[in-house]
Each structure stands twice: as C-alpha cells, then as structure tokens.
Nanobody
Framework: QVQLVESGGGSVQAGGPLRISCAAS????????MGWFLHAPGKEREGVAR???????FYTDSVKGRFTISKDYAKNTLYLQMNSLKPEDTAMYYC????????????????????WGQGTQVTVSS
C-alpha cells in the first residue's frame, strides 16, 4: 500500500504563489507516475498536472505557464508550485500516484492513478 500525505495548502491573495507538497510512503517505495487534481465545490474532480516515470510533465490548459509540477525522487515527494493564483484556483488539491511501471500518459486522467491522498485546501481571495 502506498500512502500519500499532502501539505502546504492555505489562503493566499490573488496573484500570489503557493507550493503544495505530497509525501509518498509505504510499499512499494517507487511511484512511477504522480499527479495533482483539484476538486472545487459543485464541480467534478479534475486533473491539474502529472509527471511520468521519465520525468515528462503535462498540464491542463488552465494552469499552463502558471503551475509547475516536480518530484524529488530521493525523498519520494511531489510538489506543485502555483504562481499567479486566481480565485478560480480555489479548491481542494489531491495528490495521486500509480505504481504500475508501465504507466505513462499525456493527459491528467483520474483513471490512470490507483492511490490518492486526503487533500489540502487552497483558497485564493481577490
């Protein structure tokens, strides 16, 4: 079982930055693909960004140029650096991981991931 724990959420003014983290632990200790999703009130959970086992990254259109996904492989920790935040970015952000060594994708799809964290709230005020 893989455990994912998000941290770093909070409240920020529009235009500001915020970095959230996701620490992965458990067995196996390798997560081949990881991603970030958001869930805003009244909407479905949607993909934000993903990083594949070859370190390729993909983003949903609404965050391209503003958000950056990265992974510290030594610490098995995933990050999402969010810049130029907008009120519409307000949501619960979830970390997701997949341990299948064949995982790879160019879309941030919920069905590509087997493990999920509990989420961290990000609130952007105008």
């Amino acid at each position: 079982q893989v455990q994912l724990v998000e941290s770093g959420g909070g409240s920020v003014q529009a235009g500001g930055p915020l970095r959230i983290s996701c620490a992965a632990s458990g067995s196996p200790d390798i997560t081949y693909c990881m991603g970030w999703f958001l869930h805003a009130p009244g909407k479905e959970r949607e993909g934000v960004a993903r990083i594949n086992r070859d370190s390729t990254t993909f983003y949903t259109d609404s965050v391209k140029g503003r958000f950056t996904i990265s992974k510290d492989y030594a610490k098995n920790t995933l990050y999402l650096q969010m810049n130029s935040l907008k009120p519409e970015d307000t949501a619960m952000y979830y970390c997701a991981a997949e341990i299948d060594r064949t995982c790879w994708g160019s879309r941030v799809s919920r069905s590509d991931f087997s493990y999920w964290g509990q989420g961290t709230q990000v609130t952007v005020s105008s």
